[in-house]
């Protein structure tokens, strides 16, 4: 089992670009999430989906979208990249949620700068 | 005051040293708890739960105490491997955010 990758592992974007990251799970995870990474403020929940299909707004969802066609993809996309969206981000999955067996999974990351 | 924190550090002890994080949580519905280690530049993995009862697993013991709402974790022995950031996440129900709350995190850097 892979577990959860993520592409690419680093971009550089100009302001204005648009780009997808993409995440893959082959634990047949029904949860999985979008998270950014920045210094000095721990991980931050943009965007989550509870099944194939379904998404919902984290804690920082602002110029992002989701999508989540396939039950083993989620896809992060910035439509129009700005400087304060550079950061690591990171994908997980878990197969329940909550309670002790609520264990997330995390891709290895993707690092993003913006200029 | 925050949802979940956690006193940053560094802790820099030797090896062989025992140490002890905390981390306090504000939401008192919160129903469960676990630690995440990240090394530098790597992804988050679970080191373990915390169980009401608090639970050890080799050198590291984690408590809970929901009065007070803190989470601890202790390692003993402490090896040069140990050196990473340890995540301190609550877990609660319902809300716009999903159900994860991680901690900014304790740096731990263990010498020779």
């Known amino acids: 089992n892979a577990g959860v990758t993520q592409t690419p592992k680093f971009r550089v974007l100009k302001t204005g670009q648009s780009m997808t990251l993409l995440c893959a799970q082959d634990m047949n995870h029904e949860y999985m999430y979008w998270y950014r990474q920045d210094p000095g403020m721990g991980l931050r929940l943009i965007h989550y989906s509870v099944g194939e299909g379904t998404t919902a707004k984290g804690e920082v969802p602002d110029g992002y979208n989701v999508s989540r066609l396939k039950k083993q993809n989620f896809l992060l996309g910035l439509e129009s990249a700005a400087p304060s969206q550079t950061s690591v981000y990171f994908c997980?999955?878990?197969?329940?949620?909550?309670?002790?067996?609520?264990?997330?999974?995390f891709g290895p990351g993707t690092r993003l700068t913006v200029l | 005051r925050k949802e979940v924190e956690q006193d940053p550090g560094p802790f820099n002890v030797p090896e062989g040293a025992t140490v002890a994080f905390n981390c306090t949580y504000s939401?008192?519905?919160?129903?469960?708890f676990f630690w995440y280690r990240q090394d530098c530049r790597k992804e988050p993995k679970l080191l373990m739960s915390?169980?009401?009862s608090g639970n050890e697993d080799g050198r590291f013991t984690a408590q809970l105490n929901r009065a007070s709402q803190y989470i601890s974790l202790l390692i003993r022995d402490s090896k040069l491997s140990d050196s990473a950031t340890y995540l301190c996440v609550v877990v609660h129900y319902g809300g716009s955010q999903g159900n994860l709350i991680f901690g900014k995190g304790t740096k731990l850097s263990v010498k020779p």
């Open positions: 939401n008192s519905a919160s129903q469960s």
């Open positions: 915390v169980y009401s």
């Open positions: 997980a999955s878990s197969l329940d949620r909550g309670g002790y067996t609520d264990t997330q999974y």
